[in-house]
């Protein structure tokens, strides 16, 4: 199990999370900006694979409610975080699931 921990952060512009009747599966990535945009109008990003977390539903619901106390009090210290116009898209126009 150590070769697969690492104590090196990672950082993810590009979150999906999917679930089945088991499991909840969060997949992270960074994308980056094509030089000529185009590949977002297609439909494609370049990117590099981060990582994918896989857990039970409990798991998922202890995560969602850590992830809203910080938030709240994240907000309560430094001000309400924005969200982009169309929170259902990334920052980046890829429109996530």
């Given at each position: 199990?150590?070769?697969?921990?690492?104590?090196?952060?990672k950082?993810?512009?590009?979150?999906?999370?999917?679930?089945?009747?088991?499991?909840?599966?969060?997949?992270?990535?960074?994308?980056?900006?094509?030089?000529?945009?185009?590949?977002?109008?297609?439909?494609?990003?370049?990117?590099?694979?981060?990582?994918?977390?896989?857990?039970?539903?409990?798991q998922?619901?202890?995560?969602?409610?850590?992830?809203?106390e910080?938030?709240?009090?994240y907000?309560?210290?430094?001000?309400?975080i924005q969200?982009?116009?169309?929170?259902?898209?990334?920052?980046?126009?890829?429109?996530?699931?």
């Amino acid at each position: 199990m150590a070769d697969i921990i690492s104590d090196t952060p990672k950082y993810t512009n590009f979150s999906k999370i999917l679930h089945s009747a088991d499991d909840f599966f969060l997949d992270f990535a960074i994308l980056y900006p094509s030089v000529d945009g185009k590949d977002l109008e297609n439909g494609k990003a370049h990117g590099a694979w981060v990582g994918r977390f896989v857990m039970s539903p409990s798991q998922a619901k202890l995560i969602f409610k850590m992830l809203e106390e910080n938030i709240r009090k994240y907000e309560e210290a430094r001000g309400e975080i924005q969200l982009p116009i169309h929170p259902q898209n990334s920052p980046n126009g890829i429109t996530l699931n």
